[in-house]
């Protein structure tokens, strides 16, 4: 009987053991997420091949953003995501990391960044949420907020992490807010005089490019016109100027004869000055020798 119990207590103690290492080294090794952190992380699963996205106001600007997202595996999760735009100063960037306290979100949105790095503090300086479940307000005055869902123009977005910038106060950022989805990346953003950039399809920043590119050709041509009416009237002037304003009077049917040197400066002031006006640079025709 000794026996039996004797071995039912060996076996017991032979299968705690292993157990209670594992939990251990489950505790220890693994880093630790909250669990609005661990829905971050979890949208890699699902998030969004585009690599560049587009973003509109209400009137006509249009500008394309180039943005990344990179996440850690099981044993070092984290998320970093950046975008930047080409045309405007947006330039954004987002890290989930995890720590022994449940994780930390850390935004950059500094107008003045000299590159894009977001380990960097000192060119780069972070708005930090330490420990953040949402809604989360940091002592700077920043906040974090988590929406089901967002309406852009006529698309909806689901799982929305909103962020804001303080009322008052310093603001690192060159905007007010953005709205970051989980799968999707940036899809709006808030300018600091309350301007919302919408995000849009590619049809439209092309529709946007090819507008703008029939504007430019449109002032193009009006202002060849210009410069040719102005460089005729100058060379007009200056071959009147330097023109003979009487005949020979010996020869009713004789014409006046120009100089073909005053042709050749007028052909060359005028040139001079078409070329002033197709390079845009007005300040150039104090040279053309008038």
């Known amino acids: 009987m000794k026996n039996k119990n004797l071995r039912a207590f060996f076996c017991t103690i032979s299968l705690a053991i292993p157990a209670f290492f594992a939990a251990c080294g489950e505790g220890n090794d693994l880093p630790e997420f909250t669990e609005d952190m661990q829905v971050l992380w979890n949208a890699e699963k699902g998030f969004s091949k585009d690599s560049v996205i587009y973003l509109a106001d209400s009137v006509k600007f249009v500008d394309k953003l180039f943005q990344s997202a990179e996440f850690g595996v099981k044993e070092t999760p984290f998320v970093d995501y950046k975008a930047k735009a080409m045309a405007s100063a947006i330039n954004i960037g987002l890290y989930v990391a995890p720590n022994s306290d449940g994780g930390s979100v850390q935004i ?70 953005f709205y970051y989805g989980i799968h999707d990346g940036v899809v709006r953003v808030v300018s600091r005089n309350g301007v919302e950039l919408n995000r849009v399809s590619a049809q439209v920043y092309e529709n946007a490019e090819d507008r703008r590119a029939e504007e430019r050709a449109l002032a193009d041509s009006i202002a060849q016109a210009v410069a040719d009416s102005i460089a005729q009237a100058v060379a007009d002037s200056i071959i009147k100027a330097n023109t003979p304003s009487e005949k020979d009077s010996t020869d009713d049917n004789a014409e006046i004869e120009i100089p073909q040197e005053i042709v050749d400066l007028a052909d060359s002031v005028a040139n001079c000055i078409k070329k002033a006006y197709s390079e845009g640079s007005l300040s150039a025709i104090k040279n053309c020798k008038i």
Request: aromatic share 14%.
């Open 108 to 177: 950059v949105c500094h107008p003045n960044q000299t590159r894009f790095d977001i380990y960097d503090v000192e060119k780069n300086p972070k708005i930090i949420f330490e420990e953040p479940r949402f809604p989360a307000k940091n002592k700077e005055g920043y906040s974090l907020k988590f929406m089901d869902s967002l309406k852009v123009i006529d698309s909806i977005f689901y799982d929305i992490l909103y962020f804001s910038v303080p009322d008052s106060g310093m603001n690192l950022c060159n905007i007010s807010a």
